[in-house]
C-alpha cells in the first residue's frame, strides 16, 4: 500500500532527528575517548609507564650468606656448606605424580619427602619454585640433570646450607638454625622482609639465636622480567647481599672436645672458666646431640629419641640445670661467718656426727663426727656439724649476702639460650613463695647447699674463680678479635686472711691425706690444684628401704641417687683456671666428680691430653687406659683433635 505525502514526510523528520541524536552521541563519545587518552599520554604517561614496569619486572630477595662461629682459635663450629638441591615448579610440571615418580628413581625420595613436596605445591603459587630434595651428592644431582628432558619443572640448583663440623661437641653452646616458623614471626614486631624466604632459616637456639641479628646478613635483589602469568623470562641485574658477621667465641674447642669425652655415658656438666679475663673455656653438657640432624630435618624416631632420654640431652646442663650445690657452698659459709665476725676461723668446735636442732637432729656426713676442727679441717675433711654451728651464729641474710657476692643466685648476661639465675633464698622468698616463715633448719640446711639452695655449673665455676682471684670475675662467651686489652674485674674486697684460710681449706681437700678429694691429687709441683667436693642429695633411703637391705646410694635406682660435685681451681700458687664439674646421680663427689674435675683441669693447663706424670704412680697404668678409650671414642679429623704432643 502506498504511503501518502504527509506520512512519507513525517517518517524523514523522525529518522533526521534520529541521526542526528545518535551522530551527536558518537561524537561525545569518541571526544570523551580522545581526551581520555590525550589525558592519559600526557598528563599520566609515567604512572601508567611505572605500573607497566611493575607487572613486567619482578623484584626478589636474594638470601644472605650466614656469617661464620669460631672458636678462640679460629677453629669453625657453625659455617656454611654447598647444597645441592631439587625444586619443581607446578605450572610446568604438568602431571605433579608422574614427574614425582620418576624423580624418586633417580633420587632417593621417601614418602614424607613426596608428601611435603605436594603439600608445599599446593600452599604456594604454581609458578613459585618449590624444594622436592635438598643435600644431593654430585652424583645424584647430575642424574637428574641429564635427565631434565623427562622432568618438566624440574630444576637442579646449588645453594649453601648450615654444617657444624664439631658434631655433638658445641651443640648446646653453638645452638642449631632451622626454617622459619609462624611463631619466630609473631614473636618480631617488625619482621625482616628476607625471613619471608621460601624456607629460609634462622637461629633456633644457643649462639645461633642469640647472635642471630648479626649471624643474618643483609639480603641482596634480583630484577626479573616476567610475562602475564608471572613466570620468569630473564634476569636483568642482580645485587648480592651483605653476609653476616664472624662470631669468635671464648671456647677453645679442643678443651671442649676432651671435656665432653670425658663426660661419657654420664649426664653430667663441666664449665672451665679462665681466671683472669672470665673466658668461658669450655661449656661441655653430656651427653649431647647431633645439630646437624635439625638442620636437614630431624625424624620424629630420632626427635622423641632425644625426648625421652633419661639422661636429657637437649638439655644445656652447664647453665640451665640449676642443683643443691652441696658441700661446695660451704666455702660461702665460713666466708659469711668470717666477715660477721662470728668465728676467727681458728676456733675448734667439735663434731661428734650430729646436732640437734629445735628438736630436729642434723646428720653429719660422717656418722662417727670429726672431733675437734677448725675452719681449714672443716672445709677438708668437709665437716658438716662445724657449718651449722657457724650458720645459726651469723644467720641466713648474711649467707645469702655472701653468696650473692661470691655470683651464686644470678642470671648471667650470656649469648646463649635457657640460662639459669639459681636461687639463694631468703626470708623474704620464703614468705613469699612458700608463705611460711623462715626456720632455723632451713639456715641448718643452706649452709651446707642443701634445702632451697640452687646453683648451677657456671655460678659454681664463677664462685671459684672469685675465690681463687678475690675479684668479681663474669663470665664472657664472645670475644671481639680487635681487643686488645682485658678490662679488669672489680675487687670482692676480701680480706685477704680470710681467703688464705678458704685456700689452704681446699688445698687440704685435694692434696692432704683425709682431704675428701686425696685420690684425684695431681704431683705435678707447678700444677697442683685446690678445690672442694659436694654430695647433693636428692633422696633420702626411706625407713623401709633401710628395711629392706638397702642401705648405700648403688642400691637406689639411678634417678634417685645424689649428685655428685666438685669445684677447683689450679694452679694453686698462680691461678689460671677455674673449674666446675656436676655428675647428675653419680652418687659421692670424691668419687665421680673430682677424677673428672682433675683430667679437664690438667687438659686446660697442659693444651693437651693430660700427662702421665701429673698422676700419681699407682694411678697412672688406670689413667692410660682411660686415655686411650678417649682418643678412640674421639672422631674428628686429625687436626681437630687433642694430641699429646
Known sequence: MKRSEREQEYSRRVISRRGLFLGALQVGVAGTLFWRLRDMQLNQSEQFHLLAEENRINLRLLPPTRGLILDRNGILLAGNEQNYRVVIKRDDAGDIDLVLERLSRLIPLSDEDIERARRDMLRNRPFVPVTVAERLSWEEISRVASNAPALPGVTPEMGLSRYYPMYKDTAHVVGYVGPVSERDLEALEAPDPVLMIPRFQIGKSGVERMQEDRLRGRAGSQRVEVNAVGRVMRELDRVEGTPGGNVHLTLDARLQNYALERLHGQSAAAVVLDIESGDILALASGPSFDPNLFVRGISSRDFNGLLENDYRPLVNKTVQGMYPPGSTFKMVTALAALEAGVTDGQERIF??????????????????????????????????????????????????????????????????????????PTREWKRNNRNSEWRIGDTVNASIGQGFVLTTPLQLAVMTARLASNKAIL???????????????????????????????????????????????????????????????????????????????EDLPWNRRNHGLFVNYAPYDAPRVAVAVVVEHGGGGSSAAAPIGRDITLAALNDGFPPLSAYPAPQRNRIHSEQQEIQERLRKPDDMRISRA
Not at 668437709?382 to 643466685?409: F, H, P, W
Not at 681487643?483 to 688464705?500: H, N, T, V
Not at 685456700?503 to 675428701?516: A, I, K, L, Y
Open 351 to 424: 663434731c661428734p656426727g650430729h646436732m640437734d636442732v629445735s628438736g630436729n637432729r642434723f646428720h653429719c656426713w660422717k656418722r662417727g663426727g670429726h672431733g675437734r676442727v677448725d675452719l681449714v679441717s672443716a672445709l677438708s675433711e668437709s665437716c658438716d656439724v662445724y657449718m651449722y654451728e657457724i650458720a645459726q651464729r651469723c644467720g641466713i641474710e648474711k649467707i645469702n649476702a655472701m653468696s650473692t657476692r661470691l655470683g651464686l643466685g644470678i642470671r648471667y648476661d650470656l649469648p646463649i639460650t635457657s640460662v639459669a639465675g639459681g636461687l639463694n
Open 475 to 553: 663470665p664472657r662467651l664472645v670475644r671481639d678479635p680487635a681487643e686488645q686489652a682485658i678490662r679488669e674485674a672489680a675487687s670482692l674486697d676480701l680480706r685477704p686472711e680470710w681467703l688464705r684460710m678458704i685456700r689452704r681449706g681446699m688445698n687440704e681437700t685435694v692434696n692432704d691425706r683425709r682431704g675428701t678429694a686425696y685420690s684425684s691429687r695431681v704431683v705435678a709441683e707447678d700444677q697442683v690444684m685446690a678445690g672442694k667436693t659436694g654430695t647433693s642429695q636428692v633422696f633420702s633411703i626411706t625407713r623401709a628401704e633401710r628395711e629392706a637391705g638397702i642401705r648405700r646410694q
